[in-house]
């Protein structure tokens, strides 16, 4: 033993109406965490009471992190809680840090009840930055709405936490170290892993590693660079990519995860890997990848800085899939896309004649289809893409795929992808978000909305945009039913789709009880191989100068000259607010000066 009993101890607190988590977790800024009282005590006893007593004694939890600021303590503090609240083995990654598909993949491999993940995924950290726990329960899935709510309605009347004070774990130290404590049969085991074997172990099964590592350090072999953003993945990327696979050392860059991420937000988009970006321009490498910061997201280019959208990443890697080993072993059950994401696998899906799930944003509805076998491949509009091996996103298999299929097509990314375009067509698509958005006015501006396209004679609308028409074949508030268990989410966005199979979607999530999002997708199909190498806004402007006419009885000839004005006053009223982070040109956050034009949309909805 390490040491002798310890106490545990009941603690009273008051309780936070702000504790609600989503899918994701609950993600605060830093200061909430570090500076509210017991506000993390709070959270983490939420969680643990979320399990029922009889399945928490004994059990064993998986605890890992991203290593962003306050990781540390908060990881004393989750380990101190699990123990006083019975469960008996913790299994954490060394130094705390285990990315997010890795958590999935142990808790799947030592049947945990669940795991507790410290990320805030591709936000900003440092003390200044954001922080977020995060709950996966068995299955190695996110934890759905279901639990997420429990967790929520017991944090509301939470009086109290159990705590063990002075048990501290070395958490550099691998192997296991155990704890007696007071009124305790058995002593609380903690178990330091390698935070990456037990991960990479389960890739070597997936992929072909000889194959990759020809690719990568053969006589013409591939140069690549991976740009870890200073998040989780650094040692991940210099363990399988360069030690297992080959590639020279020095194609991981920024592999040293830092508790800020080097001062930059760990989202892998064109703005903030632009560092990367730029090395790609040079032609000197033919892949290219950027992972966030818990190691569930990717940005795939291609040489001279070719970038793969989201969309199109998971549509070529499901056309590709018998390049993968595991689906050439397993074959593929089906494919699924969440509802903002382009229609680019849906072509796949019906060209192979495979079943496509169309799901609201969440990876716990693709988990809960997975678990019935009926889904093998899916993905995201936010650089999400993963498989059923484990019930996660994850980064590093999207990078692992498009090396598998670059080692067996022996071609480039865009020449892969072009080829894909030539095939399937096109889906221009464009993203703009609005953050931190005053609540009460978003979800007004969504409402009004919702009603405007419920009217019944918006549906069949004919609008004219220059020399191309387009007729409203379907508009709606998206629900989805699932088909496992029968629960159906309502309100998961307004959808208005098109005969011509390109769609408008507005969509809106939560930020805070006083702050949301508001989410605008333009997805537009083309089909002309004489159009198939526009620049996406040039391509996708035809649907943005379409949604800038305020009303639907106003709509039926748009100009095709710039966005408008609807002389809508109320978006003005929201330009001083604080904005998206950041400036991208394929998934493009919206400045204050472009928020009253391209809020028309919405505006028309107020007239």
């Known amino acids: ?17 702000d504790q ?73 990654g060394q130094h705390g840090l285990l990315s997010t598909p890795t958590v999935s993949c142990i808790i799947r491999k030592v049947k945990a009840i669940g795991g507790i993940i410290l990320t805030a995924c591709r936000h900003p950290g440092g003390i200044g930055g954001d922080f977020g726990v995060k709950f996966n329960i068995s299955n190695g899935g996110p934890a759905p709405e279901a639990v997420t709510e429990k967790i929520y309605q017991i944090s509301r009347k939470l009086e109290e936490f159990a705590i063990c004070p002075d048990l501290n774990v070395d ?27 037990v991960y990479a172990s389960r890739l070597r099964t997936i992929f072909d590693f000889a194959a990759i590592k020809e690719l990568l350090s053969g006589p013409n072999h591939l140069k690549i660079r991976i740009d870890t953003m200073h998040g989780v993945m650094g040692p991940y990327v210099k363990r399988i990519i360069c030690e297992d696979l080959g590639a020279p050392a020095n194609s991981a860059v920024n592999y040293i995860p830092q508790e800020d991420f080097g001062g930059q937000p760990p989202d892998p988009n064109l703005t903030n890997a632009s560092e990367l970006v730029n090395a790609m321009k ?33 549509a070529v890697i499901a056309a590709n899939a018998f390049c993968i080993p595991y689906f050439k072993h397993v074959g593929i059950r089906g494919y699924g896309r969440t509802m903002p994401t382009s229609t680019a696998l849906d072509r796949v899906a019906k060209a192979t004649k495979i079943t496509l799930y169309e799901t609201p944003t969440g990876w716990n509805y693709f988990a809960n289809l997975m678990d019935v076998n009926k889904l093998s491949v899916c993905g995201d509009e936010s650089f999400g893409a993963g498989s059923d091996y484990i019930r996660e996103k994850d980064g590093l298999w999207a990078v692992l795929a498009w ?54 004679d918006f549906v069949g609308q004919r609008f004219v945009v220059g020399d191309q028409v387009f007729i409203v074949e379907k508009a709606e508030s998206y629900e989805y039913a699932d088909p496992v268990d029968g629960t159906v989410s309502r309100n998961q966005g307004l959808r208005i789709a098109f005969s011509n199979a390109s769609r408008i979607i507005f969509q809106i999530s939560g930020a805070s009880s006083r702050t949301t999002n508001i989410h605008i997708y333009f997805d537009y199909l083309e089909r002309d191989a004489a159009r ?76």
């Open 403 to 456: 090396l598998s299929i670059l080692a067996e097509r022996q071609q480039s990314v865009q020449e892969i992808v072009k080829e894909h375009w030539a095939k399937f067509g096109r889906n221009y698509y464009r993203r703009f978000d609005y953050e931190m958005l005053d609540a009460v006015l978003a979800v007004t501006l969504i409402r009004d909305l919702r009603e405007l396209i419920a009217g019944r």
């Open 1 to 17: 033993m390490d040491c002798g009993p310890l106490s545990v101890l009941t603690a009273s607190t008051a309780p936070y109406d």
């Open 171 to 197: 958490l550099n130290r691998l192997g296991c170290q155990e704890f007696d404590l007071e009124n305790k049969f058995k002593p609380f085991r903690v178990e330091v892993i390698d935070s990456v074997e």
């Open 532 to 607: 198939l190498d526009l620049e996406p806004q040039t391509a996708a402007r035809v649907l943005w100068e379409l949604s800038q006419h305020p009303h639907p009885n106003d709509m039926h000839r748009c100009p095709a000259g710039g966005a408008g004005s609807s002389g809508c006053n109320r978006p003005q009223d929201l330009r001083n607010q604080r904005k998206a982070r950041k400036d991208r040109p394929e998934y493009h956050h919206l400045n204050p000066r472009r928020l009253r034009i391209s809020m028309t949309p919405l505006c028309g909805a107020l007239r």
């Open 20 to 92: 609600r988590p989503s899918v994701g977790g609950l993600r605060r800024p830093t200061a909430v965490f570090e500076g509210r009282r017991n506000y993390t005590q709070n959270l983490v006893q939420s969680i643990i009471s979320s399990v029922d007593l009889r399945d928490r004694q004994g059990c064993t939890l998986v605890l890992g992190s991203d290593g962003r600021y306050f990781s540390r303590i908060a990881l004393t503090l989750v380990i101190q809680m699990a123990a006083a609240n019975g469960v008996g083995r913790l299994v954490v």
């Open 282 to 314: 040079g032609g000197e490498y033919g892949f290219g990848a950027a992972f966030d910061a818990d190691g569930d997201r990717s940005m795939i280019l291609g040489e001279n800085g070719f970038f793969v959208t989201p969309s199109d990443s998971i």
